[in-house]
Structures are given as structure tokens and as C-alpha cells.
């Protein structure tokens, strides 16, 4: 088959990330029709729990009324409501076919818009999860895919709902919403290239619930401060402990993340030989409760792990992954979409979505090489999540940084064509970026960002790193381009910060994705980087790209401004920088 580029939808938001046609599509078993019927009784509670819920607080509160709002105009409260959405005509409809709407105050449609998207999400899930059609190993690739992602919406609208009732963090719903909206996207793609009743019944089910999500995302956005897309999450600087570690870690997970495996006392053991208590890393997660809010700790001895569907799910919290360092412990495979008809989302050697997610001292590594495009080292979408001294090893897209909040330190990560990408909101620090020797003809990107909204608040930000060739690069004289990154989606957000650019970077520094697509919607920012790559006098001169030279600027984009929000990050024990410099 012969393949060829894609690029990006007319509307700017689906397009494909690769320099080949994907092959969205893979084998896999499953479930069995018990797991789908629980799925289905326990969404029916969710969905008439949550009615029944909200539907009392709303008629008490327009008094009792019944009358249908569905041919009512809209109040002033929700034609302000609804001007601050990127579709109002859809916010409009959604909230006067919502009872009670009619009475609400602004402040109360904002509730009803957090509690109106879950029930479409679960909603959806329900209905998709009882299609029982046959399916062809591509197509069952993104179908289980969306069954997946879906049930992490209705996860992150469920907790967006406790948070704002509780009056917490506005910077964890903002994440969850973000976080919501990605998915629908990620699921999106996987069926980008498939046909059949299946695509179409998903079609029929998802109508709509990117745009609602988007309409939740911008009415809890509101008019607050915000810089370029940018929300200034936390103000206050949050200074360091004594010992080099933040405030916000706890004191037991900062003890974890400085002493040697030898002090630690693991929950379970994992070594190939049988001397520890598991000899698969899988049968170790088997082991870890659900929703633990204790730190459970799994250490792999050194060795050679290749093992299918490693994944540390959504319900598996608060797990820490330790090894006995990088190159010594090693989880590795060859999952591609080339051979394995797998979307890129499940090509990933290891994946984590449990929230508070901890990796130190591992190696994870994808083999598969760069003729076989899209091979997932690493898939990160943990909300929370620390990967410390860790290599990170593959070519195409070796790093997933898929969504919610994310840091690394000290990590080596390896790879070609857009080998980090993703849409968290992430922040490396003190890590090395290596550039690799891809095929003929290819071009180096280091970054592939994908927000895909002006509200998301999401980005990726390096700072104090280290941008290299690798040897391989190097033993071919640089004679392939490389370039700090390219927007995957129109609103790409990525920063550069006081790290050091090697030569091998090309002088535009940045690579157009398909001609005039998302130039003038991106942010593409750097500031006081350094080394014979740095030099910004004949980068792009697009209008979303730009030189910073104020502080202010650049700090939204530190540890403590970006990803900060509830003061999560010290409880980890990595030691960082929370603003731009100690």
C-alpha cells in the first residue's frame, strides 16, 4: 500500500500525526459480556442518580415549575453564559432543553453545564458500550479505545462536579475539563481512518460532545485572568523545604523519591528469577487495591521486562514504579501501527492513568525502529504524575504525554519524529532531549503539542533541559533537520526555557505541520536558552511564535504558575524548580 502524508482537518481539530497514513487498528480480546453488562447497570445508576439529583435542585429552585423550557428564549443569564463559549448556539440549545435553566443565575449554569456534559458522556458511554456488532481488529482498536476514554471522562466530569460543589481547586477542574475534552479527540482519531456501522454508531453517539465539553470548559473559564491561553493557577511561589524539596510533597513521598531501594520497604517485589513476590510486572498491578490513598510501591530488580498491555488503569491510584536504575531495569516491546494493527494510544510499552503515578530509576523503551512510524514508549495520563530519573527510548512518538498534569526530572528521552507529544499540562525539568537518526527523507521534531481549544490548560514547557544529537545522529554528520516541534492541533502550545539548544537544531528552530495551518492560533515561545542552537535571529516569523524576554512571561510556564495548582507536586518528593531559577 502506498502511503502518504495527512494533515490537518479543515476545521483545524482531527488531523492525523504522522509522516505516513496511521494505521489506526489492532487485534485484541475482549471483554467478556459479564464486564459489559456490569458497565451497563452501573452507568444506568450513575445517569439516574445524577438526573434525579439535579433535577430536584434545580425545580426547587424555580419553584417547582415543570412547564418545558424547550421553546423558551434564553434569559439574560444564559445569553452571557453562553457568550463566552466557542459555540453558542449549541450552549443555547443545551441549557434551555435543561429543566430549570430558565431560572438559573449565571453562577448556577455553571453547575448545570458541569452536571448537563456528564450526563451526555455517560450517556454516550452507556450507548457505546452496548454495540455488539462484529468488528475488524482496526476498527475494535478504536472502539476499545473510546470505551476507555470515555469512562475517563465520565470519571473527570464526576470529580469536576465534587470539586466546584465543594469549592475547590478552579485549577483541578480546569484540568479535568482539559483532560475531558482530549479524550473525545484521542477517540476521535482512532476512527479517523476506519468505515462501517461501527464509525457510525460511534459518530451518532459522541454528536456534539467534543463542543459541549469545549461550551463546559469555556463557561468554568469564565472572564478570570488569563494570559495568552495561559491561566495564572497560583500566584504565590511556593518556596522550597529546607531539605530541596517542595511544599507540596508529603514528607514520606519526599523520603522516597532520596533513599536507596535497599531502605524502602515495597508493597511487592518483582524479579524474573522468583526470588521476590511477583515475576511479571503484571501480576504486581494485579495486586494494587483500587482508589488507594496510600502510597503502594512496586520495585522491578534489574532485568528485561517485555510483557502485553502493561498499564497502570484509571482506578489503580498513588502507585509508585521503582527500579534499579536507568538501563539496568528495563520494560520494553516493539508495539507499532505497522504490524500490530493497534491505534498509537496502545503501541505504548507501559501506561499509566491511575492519578499520582511515580516512576524513578526505569528504563522504558519501544524497539520497533523508525520504519514502523507511530511506537509508543511510554503513554503517561495520570493526573499528578512524577517520572524521575527515567529513560524513555523509541523513535516516533516514543513519549505519550497524553493529558492532565505531569513533570519529569532528570530523565533521558529519546526519539525522531515528533517524539514528545501529547496534550498535558507538563513541565520537563533538568532532563535530555536526544535527537535520533530517523529514515531517509524524514525530519527530526522533538514536540507534536495537541490542544486544540483556547481555554485547555495544557502545554508543553522545557526548562533548564538539555536539547543533544545522539550518537547516531551525530555518526551521520547531522545531515538530517531537526526542529524543536510542529503544531499537531490549532491552538499548540510549547516553550523553550534558559536550556541548552545543540547545533544539530535547525536555525528556524520550528517545522510548519501543513503549510499556513495553526501559524497564527499557536504559542510557540523561547526564553534565554543558550548553546549554538539557540540563536533566535532567523527563527519563524509566524505570528504565534515569539521570542520572550519578560519574566513574567516565562514564569507562567515554571512548575509553579503551569502545573502547580493545588500544591500536588511536593508530595512526590522530587526536588524542582518552582519558578524560573532558585
Not at 28 to 35: C, D, L, P, Q, V
Not at 316 to 340: A, E, L, Q, S
Not at 380 to 385: I, P
Amino acid at each position: 500500500m502506498e502511503y502518504g502524508k495527512l494533515g490537518p482537518s479543515d476545521s483545524g481539530g482531527g488531523s492525523s500525526r504522522s509522516d505516513v497514513a496511521l494505521v489506526n487498528s489492532r487485534t485484541k480480546t475482549t471483554s467478556g459480556r459479564k464486564k459489559k453488562l456490569i458497565i451497563l447497570v452501573l452507568l444506568a445508576v450513575v445517569l439516574i442518580v445524577a438526573s434525579a439529583v439535579v433535577l430536584t435542585a434545580v425545580r426547587s429552585r424555580a419553584g417547582g415549575s415543570g412547564a418545558s423550557t424547550l421553546r423558551a428564549k434564553p434569559t439574560q443569564a444564559i445569553s452571557n453564559t453562553c457568550s463566552k463559549t466557542r459555540f453558542p448556539s449549541l450552549c443555547v440549545k443545551s441549557l434551555l432543553d435543561f429543566p430549570g435553566s430558565t431560572a438559573a443565575s449565571e453562577r448556577d449554569l455553571v453547575h448545570i453545564s458541569l452536571n448537563m456534559t456528564f450526563q451526555h458522556l455517560a450517556k454516550a458511554l452507556y450507548s457505546s458500550a452496548a454495540i455488539s456488532a462484529s468488528m475488524d481488529p482496526r476498527v475494535r482498536a478504536a472502539y476499545d479505545d473510546c470505551l476507555e476514554l470515555l469512562d475517563d471522562s465520565v470519571d473527570a466530569l464526576g470529580r469536576s462536579l465534587s470539586s466546584f460543589a465543594a469549592g475547590s481547586s478552579s485549577s483541578d477542574v480546569m484540568t479535568w475539563l482539559s483532560a475531558a475534552l482530549t479524550n473525545q479527540d484521542t477517540c476521535a482519531d482512532g476512527f479517523a481512518d476506519t468505515s462501517g456501522d461501527v464509525k457510525d454508531q460511534m459518530a451518532g453517539n459522541l454528536k456534539d460532545l467534543s463542543e459541549l465539553v469545549s461550551n463546559c470548559l469555556a463557561i468554568f473559564a469564565g472572564a478570570g485572568d488569563d494570559f495568552s491561553g495561559v491561566p495564572i493557577q497560583n500566584r504565590r511561589l511556593l518556596a522550597m523545604r529546607d531539605d530541596n524539596f517542595p511544599r507540596w510533597l508529603n514528607r514520606r513521598d519526599r523520603r522516597l523519591l532520596s533513599l536507596p531501594v535497599s531502605a524502602m520497604q515495597a508493597d511487592v517485589v518483582v524479579s524474573k528469577d522468583g526470588n521476590g513476590t511477583a515475576k511479571t510486572i503484571a501480576e504486581a498491578i494485579k495486586k494494587v487495591p483500587e482508589y488507594g490513598s496510600r502510597r503502594f510501591i512496586i520495585y522491578v530488580r534489574a532485568g528485561r521486562y517485555e510483557e502485553n498491555n502493561l498499564k497502570i488503569g484509571r482506578k489503580r491510584t498513588n502507585v509508585m514504579i521503582i527500579g534499579d536504575g536507568k538501563g539496568k531495569t528495563v520494560i520494553t516491546g516493539g508495539k507499532n501501527v505497522m504490524d500490530g494493527l493497534l491505534t498509537t494510544f496502545h503501541t505504548a510499552s507501559f501506561a499509566a492513568s491511575g492519578a499520582g503515578f511515580i516512576a524513578r530509576d526505569m528504563t522504558f523503551e519501544n524497539y520497533a525502529g523508525p520504519e514502523k512510524h507511530q511506537a509508543v514508549a511510554l503513554r503517561v495520563g495520570a493526573d499528578h504524575a512524577v517520572v524521575y530519573r527515567c529513560n524513555v527510548i523509541g523513535y516516533q512518538d516514543t513519549m505519550y504525554v497524553h493529558s492532565n498534569r505531569q513533570f519529569y526530572r532528570e530523565c533521558d528521552i529519546y526519539g525522531t519524529v515528533d517524539f514528545i507529544f501529547g496534550n498535558a499540562a507538563v513541565v520537563f525539568q533538568n532532563c535530555s532531549l536526544y535527537a535520533r537518526k530517523p529514515m531517509a527523507q524524514q525530519k527530526n521534531t522533538i514536540t507534536a503539542q495537541n490542544r486544540k481549544d483556547p481555554n485547555q490548560n495544557t502545554g508543553i514547557s522545557i526548562h533548564a533541559c538539555r536539547v543533544l544529537a545522539a550518537a547516531d545522529l551525530k555518526a551521520s554528520n547531522e545531515s538530517f533537520e531537526t526542529y524543536l516541534g510542529r503544531p499537531w492541533k490549532l491552538y499548540s502550545r510549547t516553550v523553550y526555557m534558559m536550556s541548552y539548544i545543540g547545533d544539530h537544531v535547525h536555525q528556524r528552530g520550528w517545522l510548519e505541520w501543513n503549510t499556513t495551518f495553526a501559524l497564527d492560533t499557536l504559542y510557540y515561545g523561547e526564553y534565554m536558552n543558550y548553546g549554538p542552537g539557540a540563536a533566535v535571529g532567523q527563527r519563524v516569523n509566524w505570528p504565534g511564535y515569539r521570542v520572550i524576554t519578560s519574566a513574567l512571561e516565562a514564569s507562567r510556564f515554571t512548575v509553579a504558575q503551569f502545573i502547580l495548582g493545588a500544591t500536588w507536586l511536593p508530595s512526590t518528593g522530587v526536588a524542582f524548580l518552582s519558578g524560573l531559577s532558585t
